[in-house]
């Protein structure tokens, strides 16, 4: 593996318009800060080559925490590993190490300057309009084409003709580069670690199918042609995970908790029991929450506890919502939005199936 060298110019997060950041090579000015949480960063940067914008992930891993190290190469490889137009993926990465002995990780994304489908939504509840159903599904197709991806388990490219930026998306993918530190050997398959707990054999997946695991508006965004895009990659890890032991079972939950945003969350990710298996109908609930809110402008469950005042946690668990009265929206999409929110994971459709009736409602 190659070493890595790089030279920082400015500081971060609290950055001046004339920082810079020379990314394997590549010089990138920063124009300002997108958002942050937790011990990340997000930077509108510019190519100085090309004047190009992207979006740059800064992440401090601190010194001695190797787990940290490890979840944010998790995510650089959840960037590499799927090859759809409706998956974003990674520019290029590069691990920096800190003088005090910290390690820093930088991924650059594609920015994507219409916005998200939060912001959509939001529009339209501040113009007093609801986006048309044709729209709702149209979106709800790709999204579901992006999951199809993850979900299905021989890893074969979703194949679509009806967008013209897919060959350029593809191609533009193809020119990732991606650098590695020695001490990153993290990265094969038999360590990757999918859920960080400090344990690297708590958590074996059963398949090689993978699941988002909050997917949400916010996680979706739209290309210059319109295209949703599901973003985020940082919860993304293995579908299949068997809780056998109560160390597991603490572990996970607190991983949940962490990554996994509580409104769009399912049941068994947000209570988990021991002896549970949990799946990729995690995606199914939240992909279900995140129609209802695209219909009415809230996630199910945020409504409900602004109309009755219950516990969002207590109306999760039981999967108590309603649906507002005089919709128009047809009943068919109102059906699918029960069958995804449905708290027995069992019940809910595959995303192939879901995919299926998508098609039928935008072919009528």
């Known amino acids: 593996m190659n070493t890595i060298s790089s030279v920082l110019c400015g500081c971060f997060p609290c950055c001046g318009r004339n920082s810079s950041v020379l990314i394997n090579g590549q010089h990138y000015a920063i124009q300002r800060l997108l958002g942050e949480g937790g011990f990340s960063f997000v930077y509108l940067v510019q190519s100085r080559e090309n004047n190009d914008l992207f979006a740059l992930k800064k992440i401090h891993c ?22 759809s137009p409706y998956i974003t993926h990674c520019v290029s990465s590069q691990v920096v190490q800190e003088q005090d002995g910290s390690k820093t990780v930088f991924i650059l994304l594609p920015y994507f300057p219409t916005g998200s489908l939060l912001d959509k939504i939001n529009t339209h509840l501040l113009d007093g309009t609801t986006i048309s159903e044709e729209e709702i599904v149209r979106i709800l197709v790709s999204v579901a084409r992006g999951l199809r991806t993850m979900h299905n388990p021989t890893g074969q490219e979703d194949s679509i003709e009806d967008q013209t930026s897919v060959n350029t998306d593809l191609q533009y993918r193809d020119t990732v580069s991606m650098t590695y530190n020695e001490d990153l050997r993290l990265l094969n398959d038999s360590l990757e670690l999918e859920v960080l707990s400090g344990n690297t054999s708590s958590f074996m997946a059963s398949t090689t199918a993978y699941s988002h695991k909050d997917i949400k508006p ?112 047809s009943p068919e999409l109102i059906k699918m939005i029960k069958d995804c929110i449905e708290v027995d994971s069992k019940k809910r459709p595959s995303i192939d199936e879901l995919l299926a009736r998508l098609q039928d409602l935008q072919g009528s």
């Open 62 to 83: 601190p010194f001695g925490n190797i787990e940290s190290v490890s979840e944010a190469m998790r995510e650089v490889n959840s960037y590499k590993k799927f090859r």
């Open 218 to 329: 916010a996680n979706i965004m739209f290309s210059s042609d319109g295209l949703p895009v599901i973003c985020d990659l940082g919860s993304c890890s293995r579908a299949h995970v068997d809780i056998s032991s109560r160390s597991q079972l603490v572990e996970f939950q607190e991983w949940c908790n962490e990554h996994c945003t509580l409104p769009f969350r399912s049941p068994e990710l947000l209570n988990v029991t021991l002896n549970s298996k949990i799946d990729e109908k995690v995606d199914i609930w939240s992909l279900g929450c995140t129609l209802y809110c695209m219909c009415f402008g809230i996630s199910p469950f945020e409504r409900e506890e602004q109309l009755n005042g219950a516990s969002m946690t207590y109306a999760i668990a039981t999967g108590k919502f309603s649906i507002p009265p005089n919709t128009n929206y």
